[in-house]
């Protein structure tokens, strides 16, 4: 017989990285808030890789941290590596990545929750949700405990119906051995939500003291790390290297010789697996052509020997997993820790959802993370905190806070999702955004730090440390339109050392920084200004000078876009034929068939780049086909 357990305004299911942000985001609401999980010892656990960020993710993590989230802060404390990526490129694609010592990261996620007020952290697995008329009233536990709520926030990861494969064996499982949560799934069919069943993997681990490092190639960190989180100001000291190796001839010939053993080619497989962190033995199979892949080993820790192996994900039987590794240049004696494994799990299909996150069936009850049918840490929390946002604010009886495209990556994420769906493990990447130039690394306080004060996330102290930013960043450019440069020796002597062209007549100093070789560290020579300004500020005075006519120039596109929407494509187009096209693209629109390009554009997998090379190619076919008659 069950017991009533208490009552609550939310109620969170799941304590993964969905699950954290959103019983912090509630409770810090003001809502009393539980956090179920089916482990405390799994709070935030990383059950693939130990890192946080990289394209597109890291933006959504400053995204999480701009609105009052923990996710940037709790990197910021536990990283053994940072490192930017892309420094190559224009700032719209730079992107933060971390190297997490995953333990260390779990137990002060952990700590963080305990110690915040109106939030309450229990051991116990979900079995059943209380619908009354179409309404969430609550949960039931396994044990038979009864919670009331007002909202509940579902966030069960890959639990549901989880179950581990490797080779030819087969068990129920969540994650690293965990117990899957079978009854919960079939909860959901009962109410009458469609489920999907997808697969992710993850690789084996290696001991560290059977590496030979120097068959290998240093990733070291950087020198001088950027932050996730606006609020960090303290570095951790000793950053630790990441190694890359590659595959070798030897290891496809061992793969190929052994597909027949592998589940996903043998059809033990049923669920659809993530296009772009495919396994090892996927990989071979369709990019047969490449000689080599990379392969990074990245410590899990300080305080522990396991390595990860990133790029070898499979689910091959652990006999060939050890002949894979031995075969990789660094490895020949490599000993296996742990077997990389597949997990297949439930996933509902998202556009049973509402742009809050709320499902459509059941009012009260929302869902965030990979039960969405996204891959990724970065994703869930992103979702994680939007629905702990809208599960506090529905309690409130105050409207939904829903992001547009043009505001974040969370915004494309989960319009995607619940416009689109997905048919199979959903990841973010930059090109998913066709605003992507406004929604850059840098400017994630800009675009959503308002938002996260007015719902009560960001403190009054941040709030005005961010106002005051803004406020000196404007003023600076403000300073630099009026400020005259002079063509004196001095001025040309540092044109002439930065590489650029010198000054004929008098110019302003904005015009100046607007020249591809110019930096604000010239003006400060050039133009030293009198404002306090932090090193982030001057970066972001340079980057809204410098890429202002960028900008501009896609939002133009955007616009363009927007009026073709009603273009029709004949029913006759052979996508096949069209070049530059992502052969993603290419897939879905061969299969679904757009009537026109604004369907093509609601297509998940579709982007916009792909879109500008079909409007490119439709005018050409439609001059060639009327020419013909």
Not at 125 to 143: N, Q, S
Not at 450 to 467: N, T
Not at 566 to 586: C, L
Request: charged letters at 25%; proline letters at 5%.
């Amino acid at each position: 017989m069950g017991y009533q357990a208490g009552d609550y305004d939310v109620i969170v299911i799941g304590a993964g990285h969905a699950g954290c942000e959103a019983a912090l985001a509630s409770a810090r609401m003001g809502c009393n808030t539980l956090l179920l999980t089916i482990n405390l010892d799994m709070v935030a656990f990383m059950p693939c890789n130990p890192s946080i960020g990289g394209p597109a993710k890291g933006h959504v993590v400053r995204e999480i941290d701009a609105l009052g989230g923990e996710m940037g802060r709790n990197i910021d404390k536990t990283y053994i590596q940072l490192r930017m990526l892309n420094t190559g490129k224009g700032p719209a694609v730079h992107a933060l990545r971390a190297q997490a010592d995953k333990f260390s990261y779990q137990h002060t996620m952990k700590e963080t929750i305990e110690k915040t007020e109106n939030l309450t952290l229990r051991q116990g697995m979900a079995e059943d949700l209380i619908v009354e008329d179409g309404v969430i009233r609550g949960v039931v536990t396994k044990t038979g405990a009864t919670y009331s709520a007002k909202a509940v926030v579902l966030t069960t990861g890959t639990y549901l119906r989880g179950k581990v494969i490797i080779g030819e064996l087969m068990y129920e499982s969540g994650p690293n051995n965990q117990q899957p949560s079978v009854r919960l799934s079939h909860c959901l069919r009962e109410l009458g939500f469609e489920l999907a069943r997808f697969k992710t993997g993850t690789p084996p681990r290696v001991h560290k003291d059977t590496i030979d490092f120097s068959k290998t190639e240093i990733q070291p960190g950087d020198e001088h790390p950027k932050f996730f989180s606006y609020e960090t100001t303290e570095e951790v000291p000793n950053q630790l290297p990441c190694w890359l190796t590659y595959t070798s001839g030897e290891t496809h010939d061992i793969i190929n010789s052994n597909l027949h053993r592998a589940p996903m080619f043998s059809g033990q497989i049923e669920g659809t697996g993530p296009r772009y962190c495919p396994s090892i033995e996927d990989k071979i199979v369709r990019f047969a052509d490449k000689p080599k892949h990379q392969i990074f080993l990245e410590p899990e820790g300080r305080h522990t020997s396991e390595y990860y192996v990133q790029g070898l994900s499979t689910s091959m039987p652990e006999d060939v997993q050890l002949g894979i590794l031995r075969s990789i240049p660094g490895l020949e004696k490599v000993e296996m820790m742990r077997t990389g494994y597949a997990i297949e799990y439930d996933a509902v299909v998202p556009t049973q959802l509402k742009p809050s996150l709320e499902t459509k069936r059941v009012d009260g009850l929302f869902t965030a993370g990979q039960i969405n049918g996204t891959s990724g840490y970065e994703e869930a929390a992103g979702q994680g905190i939007m629905a702990g946002i809208n599960a506090a604010r529905k309690v409130q009886g105050k409207e939904p806070v829903i992001l547009d495209r043009s505001e974040g990556y969370i915004g494309v994420l989960i319009d995607d999702l619940v416009t689109k769906g997905t048919n199979e493990p959903y990841r973010l990447l930059t090109s998913r955004a066709e605003y992507r130039l406004l929604l850059r690394h840098d400017n994630a306080d800009l675009r959503l730090t308002p938002i996260g004060y007015e719902i009560g996330l960001i403190s009054e102290e941040r709030y005005g440390r961010f106002l005051n930013k803004k406020a000196l960043v404007a003023e600076e450019i403000e300073r630099l339109k009026g400020t005259k440069i002079r063509p004196d020796e001095e001025v040309q002597a540092v044109l002439r050392e930065a590489g650029s062209t010198e000054l004929t007549n008098v110019t302003d100093a904005l015009s100046l920084l607007r020249r591809p070789e110019i930096t604000y560290t010239h003006l400060d020579i050039l133009a030293p200004t009198s404002l306090e300004l932090t090193e982030e500020m001057k970066e972001q005075v340079e980057i809204q000078i410098k890429y202002a006519g960028y900008i501009e120039k896609q939002l133009a596109q955007v616009d363009r876009l927007k009026k073709m929407e009603k273009k029709k494509i004949p029913d006759d187009i052979v996508y096949e034929e069209v070049h530059g096209i992502a052969t993603e693209a290419k897939q879905k629109l061969a299969k679904i068939r757009p009537v026109s390009i604004g369907q093509a554009t609601r297509i998940s997998g579709v982007t916009p780049a792909d879109i500008s090379i079909l409007l490119v190619y439709l005018e050409h076919y439609n001059k060639v086909t009327a020419s013909r008659k």
